[in-house]
Structure formats: structure tokens, C-alpha cells
């Protein structure tokens, strides 16, 4: 189904009909709501003013619509600000974040949080039983803007109480922490600070607590709404808009208080921010980079337990990131259809009409400022129409799992040691490869079950927690563990049997030493007769392994014990891909070489193909098989589907 995010409160009450007869014309069925509302709710403290609001949503639904309500808590109101001031977030560098956007509160503030729950019970008593509301967003896009991590006097007093918590007594925090070194021993809780404003870098077991610390407080803030909207709107799905690329917190510990996860999808935006090569950038700057939708498609499929969204779809050129092109012509298209194929149960559109003012004024919609259809539209009226001839079946188990940790992220990004090794970027690099092999993924927490599944990616997991190592353990298909995996404990100091720690349970292996290289070194990786590049991180291993591959002086780069496999390096992507496509094989799975733009993806029994590519691509069609969308020849920024 698809549906469009609509701002009532931006437009004369005289437009509404209209644009609701519109949506429906157009094939729409959700349309989400009210997210950024709080100052049209409460224009006064204590004065309400609902009767827009019900006018909006008896339009809409009147019109067949199933209305999403956000919550508004994300943009409170200046009079909120100037009466309670200390729920400004502060910086890293100490400075307090004023009125004049949005998301301008701290997840620590409880005077906030009272407000929040006044304005959620209030809108959750109005509309809770209402027969239009379809369901509810809970705030807006949590970590906005760098907003997750706060470093304001309410986030000092929680996080100190969050420490005891958590570690019972100074003397576990001293020893956990390692304070003996440099004299950072705590004497009490009050002298406990946030890490943040020291001479150099602070400790690093430090740093990753304040960055649990800081997730657990969206978790709490996010489920003092959920509470309260399960209470009063009963049997109303419950969901957030998570971002792209945005790992500030857990998002699977939010998820577990929810129904749906969505996520705001925004291809070139993501691909002009993201630190990819130059010529990836130009190749892909109207496509957007043919893994960045997709391995977010996959992320949220997880995170929601297997119910997801498109809650903010790109339908044009957007206004935050660096450069902002048009997409291509089929893009927006081709876009709807690769979330519809990684089991999306909605697509909804940002926004049904461009904003002539403010912030986001030149961020397109499906219609101009002046409500003239903008290009995009004719590519969604399209797709509605497809639809209703594809029938779309569930979303089948994977053949490869991917292990992705958000902690993980906070422990790289904490302690790089090589300032171009990012967590995310070396994720990206191995889903590209197992995905230009043709295989479709299924993203899983560190932990979860990895029955089935003939193949299990682990790019890299600092820390091995115990469930981490049962599953790993029990599974019986092949483990490819990345760099730096099972390099730290929980407190963030080197296993005292040195890396890769509790993975030594599978891996005749020792982390000896590490290098982090500038990205003009590379070292020669010596595999199958065949050379490869590695670059950025090399370790040094002491193996009683079979050694797979070898650097140039003869050193091992990949190990294995049997069905598991340790990767000591940063490799180039043609070698990620000819060895997972080895392993694939030995695994008993049959790869599919793809051109570097074209992606395939399988839902109940339809196999879809997207081209990204300059250049048309012949699908793999079967002689038995059905054509259901184009016609086997997927032309550039186009789709083929058959079943």
C-alpha cells in the first residue's frame, strides 16, 4: 500500500477536500499526520485547540483515508522553552541548543517528559478510539540533528544514577573503567562527570557507557508515550521514523516497546553525505548507491520484527545534504517497488506538497508550492496502478544473515585508531558484495537465532556477548567474522587472552597486533593464486588454523576452523566478493554475479530486478515463469518482476 506525510495546519482548511479526493485518486491509502503540531494544539500554555485537528482528520477519513497521528513532541512550543529552559539540550562543546528548529529538548529532562506525557494523553484520549486513526508516531526521527547524546546538567545527574545502577559501587566503576590509569580514580558519585570538555581524549570505557547511558534514555522516553497510547488507543498500531545510517541508539531496544518500524528514506541525500570514492558519488548522484535504500529495507525489517514502512520516501530533490540533484526519471518508481520487494507493507511519500517556506522550502513533494503535480507524482500514479495487478506474497527467510550491532558503532567511532575505519561504511562494503552475488539478506542483533541460515556475515563485533556466542556457537552454516571482532570486553579493554576473546571458542586464532594504514598504503592479499588490496587495518595473527590467505611477507590474513572464518584485514571489494562467492558455494547456495548496478530481490514467489545501471540488463527470467512488471529487459532506472 502507499500512502503520503500532509500538513494540514500549512494550508487553508478550504484545500483539505480536495487534496483528500486527490490522494484517494491517486491510489493512497495512509496519509500521516500532525508530527509537528504542538504550537497549532497548544498555541497557549493550558489553551487547546483541537477543532482543526478533527476537522483534518473527519476530512480524511471521509474520504477513505486511514490517518497516522504523530505525537508532537519533537518541536515544542517557544512558550514550552522559555518557561521550562533547562530541557535545552546542551553540546559537546558545552553550549546550550536554542529555540528555532526542532527536536531543541534533552531525553533527560523529566520536566519535559511531563509535558510530554501531558500532550500524548491528551491527544490519546481526543483520537484513541477514533475510527480514522489508523494508528500512531510516536515523536519524530529520534537523534535528529546529533540529538541523542546531550550534555546538559539533567544528563549528569541520570547518568550518575544510571552508573550505580549499573555498577553497584566505585570500585566496580574504577575497575571496569581501568582508572588507576592516569589517576582517574572516583572517590564518589558526585565527582563522577560526563566525558566530554577534557584536555585529550577521554577514557574510552567511559565514553561507551555514556553512550549506552544515552540510548537507554530514548528507550524510557519513547515508552512513557507507548504506555500511555497502549492504555488509551487500544488496538492502533504503534511506530517511529527511524533515520538512514543513524546508530545514536539502539534501535531494536526502541523497536521491542513497538508495532511497526519505519524509516525515512532519502537515497541521495544518503549518497552525497556518505563517505564514498568520488566516482561512486558521480556514477550514483541521480540513483542514489544501489545498497543504501535496500540495506536499510533490510535493517528495519529486523528492527520491526518483520513489520515495516517507508514512512518519509523521497520524491525529488531534498534540501539537506550537501547537493541536491533531481533523481532520474524512474527512480521514484523503481524506489517504491525495491521497498515493496523487501517486504514493506507501506511506502508513504514526503511530502504531498512542497512547503513554500521555512526550513524545508525547497525539499520537493509530490506537488509544487503552487499545487501543480511535480514529477514524482506521475511516477507514484504509475506505481499505484501496477499494484493493483501484482499481488505481492511474504517476506521468505533469507539465505545469508548479516549481523548488525549498534554498539558496535559506538565502539569503533570511540576508538577508530584509523581515522578513515568507520563501522559503517566496512557494513556497506559487505552487503554490496553478498548482494552483487544475487542473494538476498536478512539483518539480525547480535544474539538472535542463526538456525537456517546457510551463511551468517559478521563484519565486525567488538564485543561477544554471551547470547552473541551461544548463537554462533549452534549455527550450523558457515561464520565469516570482519576485523577487530571480539577485540574489546563489555568494559571496553582488550580480552585478557588478547582477540579475538570469547571467539577463541571457535578460532585457533590470536590477535598479536594491529596497523591502521593511511588510505594511500595498501598491503598485497595473496589468495587462490590470485592478488587483492588490502587496506586501512591489518592484524597480526598467531594461528594453529588453516590459513586461507596470506599477505605479501607470507603473514596470514584469513583463517579458518571448519565452518567459521576470520578475516584480519580491510580487503578490497573485489576479494570480499570472489571469497563470499566460494563460501556461498560450499555452503550450497548458487550465486549470482550481478552488474555493479543491478539488484535482485525475492518476495513469496516473485523475484524482482532493479537497474540502477546506465545500461539495460536481461533478467534471468525462467521459460516457465511469468513476467509481471516490464518485459526481461530492465532498462536503466527500471524494474522487471516475475513469479
Request: charged residues 20%.
Amino acid at each position: 500500500m502507499l500512502g503520503v506525510c500532509y500538513y494540514p495546519e500549512h494550508w487553508p482548511e478550504t484545500r483539505w477536500a480536495e487534496d483528500a479526493r486527490r490522494m484517494r485518486a491517486l491510489g493512497l491509502t495512509y496519509v500521516r499526520i500532525g508530527e509537528f503540531a504542538w504550537s497549532r494544539l497548544e498555541p497557549h500554555p493550558g489553551q487547546l485547540d483541537f477543532g482543526w485537528l478533527d476537522r483534518a482528520i473527519d476530512t480524511l477519513g471521509s474520504a477513505g483515508l486511514r490517518v497516522v497521528l504523530g505525537t508532537p513532541t519533537a518541536t515544542p512550543p517557544k512558550w514550552l522553552v522559555d518557561r521550562t529552559p533547562r530541557m535545552l539540550p546542551v553540546d559537546r562543546e558545552g553550549r546550550t541548543r536554542g529555540f528555532g528548529s526542532r527536536r531543541h529538548s534533552c531525553f533527560s529532562s523529566a520536566t519535559y517528559a511531563r509535558e510530554c506525557e501531558r500532550i500524548v494523553t491528551l491527544l490519546g484520549e481526543r483520537y484513541g478510539h477514533n475510527a480514522s486513526v489508523a494508528g500512531w508516531q510516536l515523536d519524530n526521527e529520534y537523534g535528529c540533528h546529533d540529538t541523542v547524546r546531550c550534555y546538559c546538567a539533567n544528563c549528569q545527574e541520570a547518568f550518575r544514577a544510571w552508573l550505580q545502577r549499573r555498577h553497584g559501587s566505585l570500585q566496580a566503576l574504577n575497575q571496569a573503567w581501568g582508572n588507576v590509569f592516569w589517576s582517574m580514580e572516583y572517590r564518589a558519585w558526585e565527582e563522577v562527570e560526563l566525558p566530554h570538555l577534557t584536555v585529550t581524549e577521554a577514557n574510552p570505557s567511559h565514553w561507551l557507557d555514556y553512550y549506552r547511558f544515552a540510548s537507554d534514555q530514548v528507550v524510557a522516553f519513547n515508552r512513557l508515550q507507548v504506555d500511555l497510547l497502549r492504555r488509551l488507543s487500544p488496538e492502533r498500531f504503534l511506530a517511529h521514523n527511524y533515520m538512514g545510517f543513524s546508530t545514536d541508539f539502539d534501535h531494536f531496544r526502541v523497536a521491542a516497546d513497538l508495532d511497526v518500524a519505519s524509516w525515512d528514506s532519502y537515497p541521495l541525500g544518503f549518497t552525497d553525505q556518505l563517505p564514498l570514492p568520488a566516482d561512486v558519488k558521480q556514477r550514483y548522484a541521480r540513483t542514489g548507491h544501489p545498497d543504501i535504500a535496500a540495506f536499510h529495507h533490510d535493517l528495519y525489517r529486523a528492527v520491526g520484527r518483520g513489520r515495516w514502512w517507508v514512512m518519509e520516501q523521497q520524491p525529488g530533490p531534498v534540501n539537506w545534504a550537501s547537493h541536491n540533484p533531481a533523481p532520474a526519471p524512474g527512480m521514484v518508481r523503481l524506489w517504491t517497488w525495491e521497498a515493496l520487494a523487501h517486504g514493506a507493507e507501506v511506502v508513504s511519500y514526503f511530502r504531498w506538497r512542497q512547503a513554500p517556506f521555512a526550513q524545508e522550502q525547497m525539499h520537493a513533494g509530490l506537488h509544487r508550492p503552487d499545487s501543480a503535480p511535480d514529477v514524482g507524482f506521475f511516477e507514484v500514479e504509475q506505481t499505484a496502478r501496477e499494484l493493483m495487478s501484482v499481488k505481492l506474497g511474504a517476506t521468505l527467510r533469507a539465505p545469508v544473515a548479516l549481523v548488525f550491532d549498534h554498539e558496535a558503532d559506538w565502539v569503533l567511532s570511540i576508538q577508530p585508531q584509523g581515522k578513515e575505519f568507520q563501522y559503517k561504511s566496512l557494513v556497506l562494503e559487505w552487503y554490496t558484495a553478498i548482494r552483487r552475488l544475487g542473494f538476498d539478506v536478512d539483518i539480525v542483533p547480535p544474539g538472535a537465532s542463526l538456525d537456517g541460515y546457510p551463511l551468517v556475515l559478521v563484519p565486525s563485533l567488538p564485543i561477544i556477548s554471551d547470547a552473541a556466542l551461544k548463537a554462533f556457537e549452534a549455527c550450523k552454516g558457515r561464520v565469516i567474522f570482519g576485523p577487530r571482532s571480539g577485540s574489546k570486553t563489555a568494559h571496553f579493554q582488550i580480552p585478557g587472552g588478547l582477540p579475538p576473546g570469547p571467539l577463541q571458542r571457535l578460532l585457533d586464532v590470536k590477535v598479536t597486533r594491529v596497523e591502521s594504514l593511511a588510505p594511500e598504503m595498501t598491503e598485497t592479499l595473496d589468495w587462490q593464486g590470485r592478488r587483492y588490496e588490502a587496506r586501512l587495518w591489518l592484524e597480526h595473527l598467531d594461528v594453529g588454523a588453516v590459513i586461507e590467505a596470506r599477505f605479501s611477507d607470507g603473514k596470514p590474513a584469513v583463517i579458518c576452523n571448519g565452518r567459521v572464518h576470520y578475516l584480519g584485514c580491510v580487503p578490497d571489494s573485489a576479494f570480499l566478493m570472489d571469497w563470499f562467492e566460494v563460501l556461498a558455494r560450499e555452503a550450497n547456495l548458487a550465486p549470482l554475479r550481478l552488474p555493479e548496478g543491478v539488484r535482485l530481490r525475492r518476495r513469496g514467489g516473485t523475484t524482482f530486478a532493479f537497474n540502477s545501471d546506465s545500461v539495460p540488463w536481461r533478467a534471468p527470467v525462467p521459460a516457465y515463469a511469468r513476467i509481471l512488471l516490464g518485459d526481461g529487459m530492465v532498462p536503466p532506472q527500471g524494474v522487471c518482476a516475475w513469479g
